[in-house]
């Protein structure tokens, strides 16, 4: 699937937990990663997150100047159609990236949760059931923002005429 603007934000959103949570390393006394590797990693993610930057900046122009195609419907058969769109309304750009932030961090708590060794495993089943519910959450808002970004990009493609 060619990316859109929604799994472009994804991609940088995911990328800034991580630069959150390799501070948080860096300035920690103690850290279970060397700080020189923890340095490396951070200079690799901001050097990705500033080609991400770029990606969506030039993502937009090409949008805007009609080079690209704005959306892609996806074809998913393994959640529960009762799990699917549960977003609430979403009818603005920054509000739908927003969800999506929150969903991603979400995400990254779970997964921590669910890779603790000293919990029992009927814990750790616990969190991944939540686990998918929640990623499916993350797409809905991913498509969202997909949605919302065609509809502004075409209402300008039709101003413009």
Not at 16 to 29: G, Y
Not at 101 to 106: D, L
């Amino acid at each position: 699937m060619a990316e859109t603007l929604g799994s472009l934000i994804d991609k940088l959103t995911i990328k800034s937990i991580r630069e959150f949570h390799l501070d948080e390393n860096l300035k920690a006394k103690k850290s279970k990663f060397p700080k020189a590797e923890l340095k490396l990693k951070m200079a690799l993610l901001m050097k990705q997150k500033t080609l991400q930057l770029k990606e969506i900046e030039d993502f937009i122009n090409l949008a805007l100047n009609s080079k690209i195609t704005l959306r892609e419907e996806k074809i998913k058969l393994y959640n529960k159609p009762a799990d699917i769109g549960r977003i609430g309304k979403n009818e603005k750009l920054s509000k739908a990236i927003e969800g999506l932030s929150r969903k991603n961090i979400e995400l990254w708590h779970l997964e921590d949760e669910a890779r603790r060794a000293d919990m029992p495993l009927s814990y750790i089943g616990k969190i991944k059931k939540k686990i998918d519910p929640t990623n499916q959450q993350r797409n809905d808002f991913i498509d969202k923002i997909d949605e919302l970004f065609e509809k502004a990009i075409l209402k300008k493609r039709k101003n413009k005429k």
